[in-house]
């Protein structure tokens, strides 16, 4: 499918929701754990999430946190991504196999993009569900099959409950058209056994019939292998070699179309993510004090310091999500791991990347920082897996700041200027008469917005202009009454107007006041003689 047609499967919200699938014992809960730093139980044993599990991810992205630093609103709204835990899914579940299909189908159905987890690390402990051997080739082929299976299953149903309206020629032409669609649907499927976010002869009608009934693999992958801990650590030198581990499993999506190797405008993202790593590196966070007790770790941020107070991890706290242990530490919020990094920038370094095996008793935001600071390579697969949800769904960023507010907004890439206002609210776009704009480049090199002005990097924009990513924007608005009252154009920076609320307010005012007032009248009209 070409990338226009890819884009027609979806629409836009302002709302992203990430399902994270795969197979039994592949690392999904402790993924999930990751982002949003919630503790799904996760243990050795098969179908431990038998029930969804629901969180928010929120997305550190580097330019909105120096924007917060720069401004220091009193509010501030990074990107978010809602993600989903669902069960894992076996061979056979387009009939019904496994535990919790159903809760599978529902979720992964209402999710705009699906984080598919393979395993890539050996771990006698954890049960190897799909095969005799690890092998995240055959398991990634699987998993796609099988989301194929579901799809076809779902197009045949849907296709018999048509049929007889169809023969009686009974439902008029929108049900002949749907039908038609489902027919070509449902051959693509059994023909080719591939996504149908990769066929090319989808017209508007089949694109329509698509997203109605959200099929699974019309939606946009991210593609997550969880590697060991030695394997993710190497350097980026060696994953990216066709010879890797990362490279093989890139070199099979290149092959089946599911990438785009040239990494421009690609439609799925691949990402390495060890969850032994992430497990490990969290336990150091958790770290108890000698003598036991509970455990509080301060995270120090831009807004002051807060405290999270977490439980003293048993022996096996360490283990790995999926690799291991009963259950993945928590609860944790969602780690800020530059800030931590921030925190102890004057404190020293302390060398070696065996600090996880040292023994030592100091844990908690120190220890991390120390150890990142430490080696600059080594750090959290959280931010780079939330980037690929943004690039798999074709967004970008732009901001609105100001000492009230600053908020990262995300839209579909290509949109112009007045839908990136209507992503704020629709009335918005309705009333768009231009946008003031300047790159976040240009601001943090120049230092200041009255800067940005006198070098002449601040451009006025009219409707036709695409919204960059990075883009700062101060857009301007038409009010409704403008025209008729001659009132000025209003300015915003992504505040929403209250006019129209006050309006309402008043018109309710009014009506009660000539309410009371002829209630007045009438008990006044009783009492007349």
């Not at 940005?452 to 009219?462: A, C, I, M, P």
């Not at 301007?476 to 009252?485: C, E, G």
């Not at 309006?503 to 009014?510: I, K, M, P, S, V």
Request: charged share 20%.
């Amino acid at each position: 499918m070409s990338k226009n047609r890819r884009g027609g499967l979806l629409q836009h919200r302002n709302s992203i929701r990430a399902a994270v699938v795969g197979f039994p014992n592949t690392g999904k809960s402790g993924l999930f754990n990751v982002l949003t730093g919630n503790r799904n139980p996760v243990d050795d044993a098969a179908f431990t999430t038998v029930r969804e599990a629901n969180g928010v991810a929120v997305h550190e992205d580097p330019r909105f946190m120096w924007l917060c630093g720069h401004f220091s609103p009193g509010l501030a709204v990074p990107g978010r991504v809602r993600v989903v835990d669902l069960p894992g899914i076996v061979p056979g579940s387009f009939q019904g196999a496994g535990v919790g299909c159903d809760v599978f189908k529902k979720h992964a159905a209402a999710s705009d993009v699906l984080l598919l987890v393979v395993r890539a690390f050996d771990g006698q402990q954890v049960t190897q569900c799909v095969g005799d051997t690890v092998n995240p080739l055959r398991e990634l082929d699987q998993l796609l099959a099988e989301l194929v299976a579901i799809d076809r299953a779902t197009v045949v149903r849907l296709w018999g409950e048509l049929v007889a309206f169809v023969e009686r020629k009974q439902g008029g032409t929108q049900t002949a058209a749907e039908f038609k669609s489902l027919d070509k649907i449902q051959n693509y499927l059994k023909k080719t056994k591939k996504p149908v976010r990769f066929g090319v002869d989808w017209d508007d009608q089949d694109l329509a019939v698509i997203r109605k009934h959200k099929l699974l693999t019309a939606k946009e992958l991210v593609y997550v292998v969880n590697l060991s801990a030695r394997d993710y650590l190497k350097p980026p030198q060696v994953h990216a070699s066709h010879t890797s581990l990362l490279g093989r499993v890139r070199d099979f999506l290149g092959k089946e179309g599911h990438e785009d190797t040239d990494g421009q405008g690609q439609s799925s993202v691949l990402c390495a993510y060890s969850g032994e790593f992430e497990a490990r590196l969290q336990a150091l966070r958790c770290k108890a004090p000698a003598g036991g007790g509970d455990l509080v770790g301060a995270v120090r941020g831009s807004g002051g310091s807060r405290s999270y107070e977490t439980p003293t991890p048993a022996p096996h706290a360490a283990a790995a999500p999926g690799q291991g242990g009963a259950h993945l530490l928590g609860p944790l919020p969602p780690p800020s791991l530059a800030a931590d990094v921030a925190l102890v920038a004057a404190g020293g370094v302390v060398g070696g990347a065996g600090f996880f095996d040292t023994g030592e008793e100091g844990g908690g935001a120190e220890a991390v920082g120390l150890y990142l600071a430490a080696n600059p390579t080594h750090h959290s697969a959280r931010t780079n897996v939330l980037s690929c949800v943004f690039n798999a769904l074709g967004l970008v960023h732009f901001f609105t700041v100001g000492p009230e507010e600053v908020r990262a907004w995300a839209l579909p890439r290509g949109w112009r200027a007045p839908q990136a206002a209507g992503v704020i609210h629709r009335d918005f776009e309705t009333d768009f008469m231009s946008v003031e704009v300047e790159t976040f480049l240009d601001l943090q090199d120049l230092g200041s917005e009255v800067a940005v002005k006198r070098d002449g990097k601040l451009t006025l924009q009219g409707l036709k202009y695409v919204i960059q990513d990075g883009d700062i924007c101060f857009f301007r608005f038409k009010l409704p009454n403008y025209k008729a009252s001659g009132a000025s154009p209003k300015a915003i920076r992504g505040e929403l107007p209250c006019y129209t609320a006050l309006a309402w307010l008043a018109c309710c005012l009014l009506g009660v006041m000539q309410w009371q007032v002829s209630d007045d009248m009438k008990e006044h009209l009783d009492m007349s003689p």
